[in-house]
């Protein structure tokens, strides 16, 4: 370990800061681990929020040596002064990291670390299932642990395009879950970010249940034109779709439709309400048309699915966000149905495109969507269900709704939208008690993340980054 400073004044037992020696404001970097010499112990923290001042350079009052530096002279460095704060990750005793409670002394010395890697302490801290994960501490080679006991706490990847969220999904977590026993699903809302790295199935294979169907045409018929007659006549020819599309093409399947439903409605007795339903009916099918039907076409169960290997991605691209939707539900009743019978289910379920599904006000079938997201969570903690939602945002218009986010107990935050940087429920509220501001959240680079949460050992957010190899 190399000497960088020592603590300041104003120092407590949750954080301090520390003057670095002279030169030194080169090569110390914000994110780097120190280690606190606090008397007789050892305390670790993170540096962040780094400032320099200078007396002699004050923006608001006259000095001649600002009128010095005007003319082209160099002011004089004789007062001149860098800092970090450091945020108290907490103290080590026999080789473990506890909370701290003692008062940072000041004028203790800082120490940074050289090669060896401080988050091994954490290994020894845990009593439940750490393990490493492909990435590495902003700066260094160090492997970042994370307790896989919490992967069905469930996870939340939030960043701005370009932030690098589906390459972090792809090399570093569903790695991390397949190697801890885990099989992931990935549900990929455009078919560009897994399926072209992993191969996958495209939905018109898979085979629906009957009632995301009824949804799902009535969300594009506005709810069959609100006549009951219409929906019940479509939910009786529901009943055994998947065994009854075998072998059907799309033309075959919508005139079977369009006559089973308009014999159902001669069927009416009463001469108005006959009327009523014939004049929703042709309303009806000026909406459905018969490629609408081929989403729902496939022969491949959801329990197949389910059951499939270690990496199952579900090539979603070319279907309305409708079917979409009527796909998740599908298998959200699947995944239901097994964990209420309780069954352990070992999968990862991974939701790209995450506001598509649960936006901040969910109407029509997201409404549906996002209360079976809040079941699937709610049930998945018991039976080793992790539900892994990626999004452009983290609240508001671009965010997912709140009573999701609620359920997210690890968050890996990249660069965020301007909307995220402050705002109830953004990353203001999130990070900032751990001393990372808003503004170096727009400016992150591609590929960082910072770590927070209960898979993390460490009580304090790391900054983590990875390497695609």
Known sequence: MKLIGRVADGSSDTSASVILLKDLEREVRA????????????????????????????????????????????????????????????????GKVRGNRKIIAPGSPVYIFDDENPLELFIAKSAKKLSWMRAHVEGKDWLVPADAFYIPYHVGVFGSTGSGKSYFTRHVLIPFYVQNGYRAIVLDWSGEDYAPHFGGISMREIASDESPILDYISGITEG????????????EFLQGWAEFVRGRSESELYEELKKFVQESLRKISRD?????????FQRVFRRIRPEDLSPFMGEIGVSEIIDSGQVTIIDMSGFSNEAKLSLFLSLAEELKRRMVRGQRMDIALIIDEAPQYCPYRPEGIQLRATEEIKNLAALGRKHRLNITLIAQGIAGEIGINAAIRRNLNTNFYGRLHPLDAAGEGGAKEWLGPYGITPDYLLTLEEGRFYFSGAMNPSPVPLLITFEVS
């Open 272 to 280: 108005d309400w006959r009327r009523s339903a014939e004049r929703a």
């Open 224 to 235: 069959f034109y609100r006549n009951e007659a219409i929906r019940s006549a479509f939910e």
């Open 31 to 94: 994110e780097s681990l120190v280690l606190i010499k606090n008397g007789g112990s050892d305390v670790l923290g993170i540096l962040r929020r780094g400032l320099g001042r200078n007396e002699f350079l004050s923006r608001s009052s006259y000095r001649p040596e600002v009128a010095y530096l005007r003319h082209g002279g160099e002011p004089s460095a004789a007062k001149e002064v860098y800092s970090f704060d450091i945020i108290i990750i907490g103290e080590v005793v026999d």
